[in-house]
């Protein structure tokens, strides 16, 4: 174990510091899906910023934290499945498929967009069953689109 971390890629230093910093404020995607951010949309900024932002996903609008200032165009919001909660209002979607793992189940879904998702989530689902998947806006990070390509998207 370390109380440092440095991630590269290619070369170049993305990013160091304290794991829990890294794991909660990645400041690039490439960081992010390193750290476990596995969920990527494609989003379009309502006002774009740093700090606090709404962004929009195929018509429907979520709060999200921009850790560095954005413009608008091309956007790509993360988030990891441990921060997916089931609400009356967010991103619809239809479960796909359900892994029971104890007080916890690992829940593949599709979105309305036709994007899929990982949560993991307390709630008892089916396959087949229709929710509105939700993530807290100092968990839905998001980030320019990078030129290269991104597995997932």
């Known amino acids: 174990m370390s109380d440092r971390i440095v991630v590269m890629k290619e070369g170049v230093m993305q990013q160091q510091g304290a794991p829990e910093d890294l794991y909660n404020r990645p400041i ?6 390193f750290m476990g951010y596995r969920n990527l949309l494609d989003v379009s ?4 910023r740093a700090g606090q932002v709404s962004v929009c996903h195929n018509g429907v609008d979520l709060a999200a934290t ?3 200032d954005i413009a608008d165009g091309p ?4 988030f ?3 921060d997916v909660t089931f609400a009356d209002q967010g991103l619809p979607a ?3 498929s359900v892994i029971y793992g104890g007080r916890e189940s690992m829940v593949k879904l599709t979105l309305a967009s036709g994007g899929h998702i990982h949560a993991r989530v307390a709630d008892k689902v089916r396959a087949g069953d229709r929710v509105h998947v939700a993530v807290p806006a100092d968990h839905l990070l998001v980030y320019p689109r990078p030129a290269h390509p991104i597995a997932g998207l």
Do not use: Y
């Not at 690039?28 to 899906?33: E, I, M, Q, R, Y």
């Not at 900024?45 to 774009?48: D, I, M, N, Q, S």
């Not at 956007?75 to 993360?78: G, H, K, P, T, V």
């Open 28 to 33: 690039n995607l490439d960081v992010a899906v």
């Open 45 to 48: 900024a309502v006002a774009p």
């Open 66 to 68: 921009a850790l560095v």
């Open 75 to 78: 956007l790509i919001a993360a």
């Open 80 to 82: 990891k499945p441990d």
């Open 94 to 96: 239809t479960v796909d």
